[in-house]
């Protein structure tokens, strides 16, 4: 009974906080993989059923209120989550893991995403989630020569598609322990403008698992450990179009396969020394290694090219994030956060002429602070400007520095 009233007390100083956000994760250093919060949803679907009855707006710029979505509940005897969330954020393209186009798009520029799916409910003594994500745009031009009826219609095409699914476990009691899995993958067509087809995928996937356990000590501390896998494949062929010389398109310029593993491993502490105070620090190792193959056809070889063996390996040993929340007025909370990755990148580079390799070390680090404002049902968490504490408001310091009061914003409001 004693280690029970523990688990109790410590969850709900734990949930004190927990309809927030994205912002509010953010802003307490990234760390939504050891806190609990609404935004586990998209990380752990197993927490979907814990909260219904939410609407939740996000902003950020420069894509201003690029997020709504509502979680809907269903149901009284065996009640069920559906969760359905629409963004007007920018169009998802292929690239590769340095964040180059796979696809030369001429005339597709559309928005492509459709929708965010969540489904939550109980299965015997725990919670089940379900996550979908689907992300579609296509367009297809037919061009033909007035001028020429012996020229056949041309016909255009280029279309993307992305489909990420996730299923999670949570322990349905105290939500202990959260495990999840996550698969996506994609395609597309690329066509130039004279309908030439110009690349096409090789491979475009990715897979992880991860989990965390709520570990009580004692009615201040609870620690986290937490564990991820992870495993990609992005890839693509290139044909070589020549229209002077007629080369025959069907052959390939080159071929590009990029295979990635990461895996994270840590462990966090949430830290309640006082009422309406939530401090966090997560210590842990990420890894992750890309390798990247180039092998061009055998008329580019002979014209002087080689193929290219590459690995990229980067090591964060540790990275360590720190996240304070405290209670300011009963209607604003001040919140401050901090990481560091002490990385170490090392990069690989082979061919038939010789190797290359580099390393460097280096600290990657960042600062956060924002507020969480509350009244009633609504729940508002920002990711503040740092020049507004500085500075202060233009219409006092008379200072332009401030351009955006906040880099982010959440609205959340309980439907109850």
């Not at 280690?3 to 939504?32: H, K, P």
């Not at 031009?141 to 699914?165: C, G, N, R, W």
């Not at 290694?289 to 390996?313: L, M």
Request: with cysteine; hydrophobic share 35%; charged share 20%.
């Amino acid at each position: 009974m004693k280690t029970t009233g523990i688990i109790l007390l410590v969850l709900m100083a734990l949930c004190a906080g927990a309809f927030a956000s994205e912002t509010r994760t953010l802003v307490m250093g990234q760390n939504d993989g050891i806190m609990v919060d609404d935004y586990n949803m998209y990380r752990f679907p197993g927490r979907t059923f814990d909260y219904p009855n939410l609407a939740i707006g996000e902003f950020c710029a420069p894509d201003d209120f690029y997020q709504m979505g509502i979680n809907w509940k269903f149901g009284d005897e065996n009640p069920w989550v559906l969760a359905t969330h629409i963004s007007s954020l920018s169009p998802l393209v292929p690239v590769d893991y340095s964040g180059g186009s796979l696809a030369d798009f001429d005339i597709l520029y559309d928005q492509n995403h459709r929708i965010d799916l969540f489904y939550g409910r109980r299965l015997g003594n725990n919670n089940f989630g379900f996550s979908f994500e689907f992300v579609r745009s296509a367009q297809k031009e037919e061009l033909s020569m007035v001028t020429d009826p012996a020229t056949p219609t041309v016909t255009v095409e280029e279309k993307f598609s992305y489909m990420e699914f996730g299923i999670g476990l949570t322990e349905g009691s105290s939500g202990k322990w959260d495990v999840a899995a996550n698969f996506g993958f994609g395609t597309w067509t690329d066509d130039d403008t004279l309908g030439v087809k110009e690349t096409e995928p090789d491979g475009l996937s990715q897979f992880s698992l991860e989990g965390r356990y709520f570990w009580v000590k004692n009615p201040t501390v609870t620690l986290v450990p937490h564990a991820g896998l992870s495993f990609g494949k992005r890839g693509v062929k290139e044909f070589a179009v020549n229209y002077i010389d007629q080369v025959d398109t069907t052959l390939l310029d080159r071929t590009t396969s990029g295979s990635a593993f990461g895996f994270d491993l840590g462990l966090g502490m949430n830290y309640t020394s006082g009422q309406n105070m939530l401090a966090v620090c997560d210590l842990g190792i990420m890894y992750q290694k890309v390798s990247t193959d180039i092998e061009y056809n055998q008329n580019y070889i002979d014209s002087g090219y080689v193929n290219v063996e590459r690995e990229q390996k980067n090591l964060s040993i540790p990275y360590i994030k720190l996240g304070f929340e405290a209670e300011v007025f009963k209607w604003m909370d001040v919140r401050l956060g901090a990481t560091t990755y002490w990385n170490i990148d090392k990069n690989e580079l082979q061919t038939v002429l010789g190797s290359s390799s580099s390393t460097t070390n280096w600290a990657n680090n960042d600062t956060y602070m924002g507020f969480g404002l509350h009244w009633g049902n609504l729940y508002i968490d920002t990711y503040t400007d740092p020049e507004l504490i500085l500075d202060g408001f233009n219409f006092i310091s008379g200072s332009d520095d401030v351009e955006d009061m906040n880099a982010m914003v959440s609205v959340t409001y309980e439907m109850f």
